[in-house]
């Protein structure tokens, strides 16, 4: 099915999504080819959040020491090392899926022109956006599952209940991802995703509770901060790592699906009207 079909039965680039099991070829197509460079990947999107985990969590862990944490319990004494990996780890599957569905995913739709050549075959463009999103989520699982594990062999947490972070991080994963293919969309250039690391992903960053307890922030930015998905994301893994479950899963579940299938059809919508130019 090509372009000219898919818009027309969609005269709207705002319908619905029309999605079918035509998205698989496409996931297992960027499979392929990312096997044949998974080492190099792999080792990018590791060695910075190691790097941070490192320098923050060994040489500031030193002189910070613990950090007082609020949770469902009380107030809880938390190893710095142990509160910077649990945040480091979502920063990851952050910037893993985001990374995928910018730099990748554009070289692919508009330098490559991969897209065009898949949709001559009977795949719609609804379904080649899906089959991105999915793989940039799951590649951020591939990066976060071996920051996992080097953290195990660090010792720095051995809770049972990780086994339920890593879902969650897949979440993550598709999430960001979603966001990112917006962006991708509009992009004319890869110059264009400055804006979006500068303006969007990096203060999240330092909002999020990743590397300081929230609560050290202003009250009206503690607000703002409430609502990011990194936010949701730090406080749904965060207590998995100390063992404990978290608190008021369902909002932050609910924050996290309300940025995936809005920045889902928005990216769709966006996509839609660039390849209906």
């Known amino acids: 099915m090509n372009t000219t079909t898919t818009m027309t039965r969609n005269p709207s680039p705002w319908a619905p999504p029309r999605l079918t099991m035509r998205w698989w070829p496409v996931f297992l197509r960027n499979l392929l080819v990312w096997k044949k460079l998974a080492i190099p990947s792999?080792?990018?999107?590791?060695?910075?959040?190691?790097?941070?985990?490192?320098?923050?969590?060994?040489?500031?862990?030193?002189?910070?020491?613990?950090?007082?944490?609020?949770?469902?319990?009380?107030?809880?004494?938390?190893?710095?090392?142990?509160?910077?990996?649990?945040?480091?780890?979502?920063?990851?599957?952050?910037?893993?899926?985001?990374f995928e569905a910018l730099y990748s995913?554009?070289?692919?739709?508009?330098?490559?022109?991969?897209?065009?050549?898949?949709?001559?075959?009977?795949?719609?463009?609804?379904?080649?956006?899906?089959?991105?999103?999915?793989?940039?989520?799951?590649?951020?699982?591939?990066?976060?599952?071996?920051?996992?594990?080097?953290?195990?062999?660090?010792?720095?947490?051995?809770?049972p209940k990780l086994l339920v972070a890593?879902?969650?991080?897949?979440?993550?994963?598709?999430?960001?991802?979603?966001?990112?293919?917006?962006?991708?969309?509009?992009?004319?250039g890869y110059d264009f995703f400055t804006y979006y690391f500068t303006l969007f992903l990096t203060p999240m960053m330092f909002l999020s509770g990743v590397f300081f307890p929230r609560e050290q922030l202003p009250a009206v930015v503690r607000h703002i901060s409430d609502w990011l998905p990194l936010t949701s994301a730090v406080e749904l893994v965060r207590p998995l790592f100390m063992d404990q479950w978290p608190a008021e899963p369902w909002l932050h579940g609910a924050v996290?699906?309300?940025?995936?299938?809005?920045?889902?059809?928005?990216?769709?919508?966006?996509?839609?009207?660039?390849?209906?130019r």
């Open 105 to 159: 995913a554009f070289s692919r739709m508009h330098v490559q022109k991969t897209w065009d050549g898949i949709m001559n075959a009977p795949v719609s463009l609804d379904d080649v956006v899906l089959a991105e999103m999915l793989w940039a989520g799951f590649k951020a699982l591939f990066s976060v599952t071996a920051i996992m594990v080097v953290m195990l062999a660090l010792d720095i947490s051995h809770s």
């Open 42 to 98: 792999l080792v990018g999107n590791i060695a910075e959040p190691l790097m941070w985990l490192i320098a923050f969590g060994y040489g500031m862990g030193a002189l910070v020491g613990q950090v007082n944490m609020s949770t469902p319990q009380g107030n809880v004494a938390v190893p710095y090392i142990l509160f910077l990996a649990s945040g480091s780890v979502c920063m990851s599957a952050m910037n893993a899926a985001t």
């Open 256 to 276: 996290l699906l309300v940025y995936t299938i809005g920045g889902f059809w928005l990216a769709l919508a966006l996509t839609r009207k660039r390849f209906s």
């Open 166 to 188: 890593w879902p969650v991080l897949l979440g993550v994963g598709v999430t960001f991802s979603c966001i990112a293919l917006v962006f991708n969309a509009l992009a004319k």
